[in-house]
């Protein structure tokens, strides 16, 4: 029994940062209808630039001296990570997606291809392909209770996953760009039409993703102890799974196919056999889609004929 | 005797009723016209006949067999064809090839006979090819086969669709505002055209149009709805006395040549 | 049109199929003769690259449906023939004796088996795509292609993570030669060709440009994507099966997700849509992977910047969707004439 609540308590966790992922593809597909699959790589530049911030704010000098980091640089490590992440969001669609928004759909779906390649090669000239170990900006502290273990860093991924979803909930529903981004994702020309300006707030929307992409990129480092350039391909893909699992454009949708996609995933590797915990995320994409296509959360839309 | 009956067809989207009960009946041969104020419903009805909707409640009858809820290419493959309010011609094929992509009944030899290339395949490619001509020709485009279908002008692209739909061999033809941006030449062309269909190839139509002069003059009974539901029917001169109907289009009088779409 | 009414004449058609075998049999001697083995490799891999994009073209560019696991279907084909080739070889040779009969024969049974299971694949994979549309469906073939990559990484009879290479210790026969590549390419450009320029294939097209329309038009649109699916999942075994015996062995790394852009980027070079642009595109790639062979790390960003770039500028690629055929060049030369 305490062998499946300890896998409960990873996957949990592991499903967090898919969530966090999961929240920037299914934002962004709920007003533009684009599948931005460079948003893993995102996720790693995230990730990575984390890694250089933390070594720039001395991390290795408190690890030589047994020391922990400091919080409060780690706070600073993950607020600057998130704004180079949404910087780099930002320019990814005002240079490869704006140019070709109103192009016939798989164009802009090639470009995003396209994108996501070129910064996974980027990547892997300007950090090489091997993988890093991430530094501890979180000493790994252990609690044991009833034979499950939970370590701090398992509970500071809950935490800063729930508050970050918790804060954009609250942008969404409350402030007015919040607003204009629900507004688009109803109907881009009626917004328009309302005085809405579509171009900033789309801005906005690849901003926060790409922003909660490279927390989910920190926290990832910080479970999984090491990050390579080819880290996005698969886990961006499984965020994907996780947004079209609880609806794509459905903001909740995506915090609960997230969860959902980070049990599966574990329960496979703990009762089944860890070489399917890949698989088995593409298995429930394929059940989904062919069962209700629309996601758990979601609703259909009819085509206007 | 009726050739298309619908019965009590609801449609709901959401909270919005978008049909409530509405029943007809179209007489074979016949020039049936369907009018009302924009988003009526008028579109939605085709939707249902021709099974692009699925109706909540009633019956769609054609032929005396039911079709309410059968997927669209089923219901054309019975001979239900319709054209599309917002032009739906296949832009990058040519002319010609667009009215020939709807004659499957004409094609019997299979993929199989198209790779070896064998005599039942060039047979029906030549079948194919006269009858859409001839098609082609009724509507006036025959001049037009081999142009690109997207580069045509609006008025002849919804010729060309009516085309493409009588290439099903369709015992029930519904028009979507086929005049919609033509000028008044082109429809009274279009008016000789639609009695054409009916008389020489026997299509019985139900028009769905904004112009008004086309509509009193070529249709034989005109059906009106309102925020989907029926106010009236009758023969064109009923229609154009009846109360409701007259309420329904205030400060919106009926006029020749309207090319507003539908909302 | 004028070309698919014409009635059939068979004689005719015997004598230009033996003449093209011929000419294939005397290209297949020169290239052996003239070119060192580096470039007939080349050659050869530009060959199946053809083969790969005329057929995925004809999902994501005649049917406007997105496949990006395509390396899926060529893994299922090279692995099926692979393993018939292998076990099917003593079976042959006791019957026909050792030689090139057999040899031909037992490499063109695997390559049939592999289209065939690669076939069975694109029915699994195309029959989501009656639900889904663009982008999702894209999503489920990518899914399926790491699904496959995952079952061979774990089937050990097919010796898993390491790969196949046989029961021999020298590996895989390398059945592959100039001969079969160029006869399978020319069999499935006409294949594809035919159907491309038929009923089915202006309905497929029909399909691409307005799949509402297209129903309404009773289209059976179902069942044709199926069908486009399976048509373009066995050109892609065929692929495979010709791949994987010009080496000793496979591995499931050979058909990784890297596999399915190159594909794309073959038939976004050439154009959507158009068999001649695939083609054109196939070889492209061929040659620049070669040419960029000591740019290794360098080739995949170049890759990246020009799908971008193509996307940006001249989406509708090389060709677009038109086709380089003798009628379209007389044309051309005919135009200025014309007043």
């Not at chain 2, 599309?84 to 006979?113: D, P, Y």
């Not at chain 3, 990559?149 to 009879?157: D, G, V």
């Not at chain 3, 790394?253 to 695939?278: C, N, P, Q, Y």
């Amino acid at each position: 029994m305490s062998e499946f609540f300890q896998q409960i308590i990873n996957g949990l966790s592991l499903g967090s940062i898919y969530a966090l992922i999961a929240l920037g593809y299914t934002m962004v597909y709920g007003i533009l209808k684009l599948i931005n699959f460079a948003h893993g790589e995102v996720f790693m530049m995230g990730a990575y630039s984390g890694y250089y911030l933390a070594s720039w704010l001395g991390v290795e000098r408190y690890q030589a001296a047994g020391r922990g980091f400091p919080l409060g640089l780690a706070l600073v490590v993950l607020v600057l990570a998130m704004a180079a992440s949404a910087l780099l969001g930002v320019l990814i669609e005002a240079l490869a997606y704006r140019p070709v928004r109103s192009a016939p759909r798989l164009t802009p779906l090639i470009t995003a291809i396209g994108v996501s390649l070129f910064l996974q090669n980027a990547a892997m000239l300007l950090f090489t392909p091997n993988p890093r170990a991430y530094p501890p900006i979180l000493r790994e502290l252990r609690f044991a209770a009833g034979g499950v273990i939970v370590t701090n860093i398992k509970l500071a991924i809950f935490v800063v996953a729930l508050a970050l979803m918790v804060g954009l909930h609250l942008f969404v529903q409350r402030t007015w760009t919040g607003r204009a981004m629900r507004a688009l994702s109803m109907n881009i020309d009626a917004a328009r039409l309302m005085g809405i300006d579509v171009n900033a707030t789309i801005r906005a929307t690849f901003a926060i993703g790409s922003a909660l992409a490279a927390a989910g990129g920190i926290l990832f480092g910080l479970d999984q102890i090491t990050i390579n350039p080819l880290m996005g391909v698969l886990t961006g893909l499984k965020a994907f799974v996780a947004a079209v699992l609880g609806g794509i454009g459905n903001i909740p949708g995506a915090v609960v196919g997230g969860l959902l996609i980070g049990l599966a995933e574990q329960l496979t590797a703990g009762y089944l056999s860890p070489d399917y915990r890949d698989a088995i995320t593409f298995l429930i994409l394929v059940v989904i889609l062919v069962l209700k296509p629309e996601g758990l959360l979601g609703v259909v839309r009819q085509e206007k004929v | 005797m009726t050739l298309l009956a619908l019965e009590h067809v609801d449609k709901v989207f959401g909270g919005l009723r978008a049909l409530r009960g509405v029943s007809f009946e179209v007489a074979p041969k016949s020039i049936f016209g369907l009018i009302g104020p924009n988003g009526a419903g008028k579109t939605t009805l085709f939707n249902v006949v021709t099974g692009v909707y699925r109706p909540d409640g009633g019956h769609v009858r054609f032929d005396g067999a039911e079709i309410g809820g059968l997927p669209p290419a089923r219901v054309a493959g019975l001979g239900v064809a319709r054209t599309f309010q917002n032009i739906r011609v296949f832009r990058s094929m040519t002319v010609l090839e667009n009215v020939m992509v709807a004659g499957h009944k004409l094609h019997r030899s299979g993929v199989l006979s198209a790779i070896v290339r064998n005599t039942a395949h060039a047979n029906d490619e030549g079948a194919l090819s006269v009858r859409a001509r001839e098609l082609l020709e009724i509507l006036g485009l025959q001049g037009q086969a081999g142009d690109i279908a997207g580069s045509l002008p609006y008025g002849s692209q919804r010729r060309l669709e009516i085309a493409r739909a009588l290439m099903l061999a369709p015992k029930v033809l519904l028009l979507d505002e086929p005049a919609a941006g033509m000028n008044s030449t082109e429809a009274r062309e279009l008016e000789r055209q639609i009695r054409f269909l009916r008389d020489e190839l026997g299509v019985t139509v139900v028009l769905v149009e904004h112009n008004m002069s086309l509509v009193m003059s070529v249709c034989e009974r005109i059906h009106v709805v309102d925020h989907g539901e029926t106010i009236a029917e009758g023969t064109p001169a009923e229609i154009r006395e009846h109360p409701r109907v007259l309420a329904a289009y205030l400060g919106e009088e009926p006029s020749a040549g309207r090319t507003e779409r539908e909302a | 049109m004028d070309i698919a009414t014409q009635k059939p004449r068979w004689l005719l058609r015997l004598v230009l199929s033996a003449g093209v075998l011929a000419a294939l049999y005397a290209a297949n001697l020169g290239v052996q003769a003239g070119f060192i083995e580096y470039v007939q490799r080349i050659i050869l891999i530009a060959g199946i690259n053809v083969i790969l994009a005329v057929g995925l073209n004809l999902i994501n560019g005649t049917t406007g449906q997105f496949s990006i696991g395509h390396a899926g279907f060529m893994a299922v084909g090279a692995y099926a023939a692979a393993f018939t080739g292998v076990k099917l070889a003593p079976h042959v040779t006791a019957l026909l004796g050792a030689g090139t009969l057999a040899d031909g024969v037992t490499f063109n049974l695997a390559l049939l088996v592999g289209a065939l299971l690669a076939a069975g694949a694109g029915v699994l994979v195309g029959l989501p795509s009656l639900r889904l549309k663009g982008d999702y469906l894209a999503i489920v073939t990518l899914g399926f292609g790491e699904i496959i990559r995952i079952l061979f990484n774990n089937a050990q009879f097919l010796g898993a993570a390491t790969g196949y290479f046989g029961d021999s210790p020298a590996g895989l026969p390398t059945y592959t030669s100039f001969f079969w590549v160029f006869f399978w390419v020319i069999v499935i450009v006409v294949v594809v060709r035919n159907v491309t320029f038929s009923q089915t294939g202006r309905s497929l097209i029909a399909i691409r440009e307005d799949e509402i329309a297209a129903e309404a038009m009773a289209i059976p649109t179902t069942r044709l994507k199926v069908l486009a699916f399976t048509l373009s999942a066995a050109t892609a075994g065929i692929a495979g099966g010709l791949f994987a015996h010009m080496q000793s062995g496979i591995r499931p790394e050979d058909f990784k997700f890297d596999k399915s852009i190159d594909m794309i980027v073959m038939i976004i070079v050439g154009g959507l849509g158009s068999i001649s642009g695939a083609a054109l595109g196939g070889v492209f790639v061929a040659v620049t992977l070669e040419l960029m062979r000591d740019l290794q790390q360098y080739r995949l960003v170049l890759y990246a910047l020009l799908l971008i770039v193509i996307m940006l500028v001249r989406p509708e690629g090389l060709l677009g969707t038109r086709e380089i055929s003798l009628a379209a060049l007389r044309r051309r030369f005919r135009q200025p004439e014309r007043p």
